[in-house]
């Protein structure tokens, strides 16, 4: 069964302070790692897409890294308008791709 | 280009009443899904279809039917509703690159 399990639950970070979101994950073979970005009261969205371990892909101040058993989410030098609670999901070659997500960690940056 | 649109945004149910939760995709996706997700955790998939006429179950199945009749539309029903259905539900399509577009989501409550 495919596992996801993100540290912290939550992360209260002053403006300007850098910082990482832990995706620790199990999966059957690997099609993709997603991060999505979830506003409160909206939808998930789609941050990056990383496939093989070693693989990096940044976004502004979001950089986001992947090992054979982990993928981290660096935050660096954060603004309010980051707060939001960060999705971790994996998506695997087999059980017709089906996702799993993690519990997700809530950001919260103060000016 | 309208994306994923959920109807309702909110709703209300008694105890053993039923209803259909409503999503449309316009961008001639073939994968959608639909999950659930309560207070704190991530989303978990209830049933999902790989295209018209192709539906399948998720993780939490149990109290909902699906059908997708079109490429398009790929309504959730709750058979009987129970509290333990109090949720926020969220469809999504899943386009290039295996990227899933979500909607806003319904709020539903089961008193």
């Known amino acids: 069964e495919d596992q996801v399990t993100q540290s912290p639950e939550a992360l209260r970070l002053q403006e300007g302070e850098s910082s990482s979101l832990n995706c620790s994950y199990t999966v059957s073979g690997l099609r993709g790692l997603f991060w999505y970005r979830q506003d409160p009261g909206k939808g998930p969205e789609f941050l990056f897409t990383?496939?093989?371990a070693g693989e990096e892909k940044e976004k502004e101040r979001l950089k986001a890294t992947l090992t054979k058993k982990e993928s981290f989410l660096h935050i660096t030098a954060p603004k309010p308008e980051d707060s939001a609670t960060y999705l971790c999901?994996?998506?695997?070659?087999?059980?017709?791709?089906?996702?799993?997500f993690g519990d997700g960690t809530t950001l919260t940056v103060k000016p | 280009n309208a994306g994923v649109t959920q109807t309702p945004k909110f709703q209300v149910l008694k105890t053993g009443q039923s209803m259909t939760l409503q999503c449309a995709q316009d961008m001639n996706h073939e994968y959608m899904s639909w999950y659930r997700q309560d207070p704190g955790m991530g989303l978990r998939l209830i049933h999902y279809s790989v295209g018209a006429g192709i539906t399948d179950q998720g993780e939490v199945p149990n109290g909902y039917n699906v059908s997708r009749s079109t490429t398009e539309d790929f309504p959730l029903r709750l058979l009987s509703a129970a509290p333990s259905q109090t949720s926020v539900y969220f469809c999504?399509?899943?386009?290039?690159?295996?990227?899933?577009?979500f909607g806003a989501g319904t709020r539903l409550s089961v008193l």
């Open positions: 990383l496939y093989s």
């Open positions: 999504a399509s899943r386009g290039d690159k295996n990227i899933q577009y």
């Open positions: 999901a994996v998506q695997p070659n087999t059980n017709a791709g089906k996702s799993t």
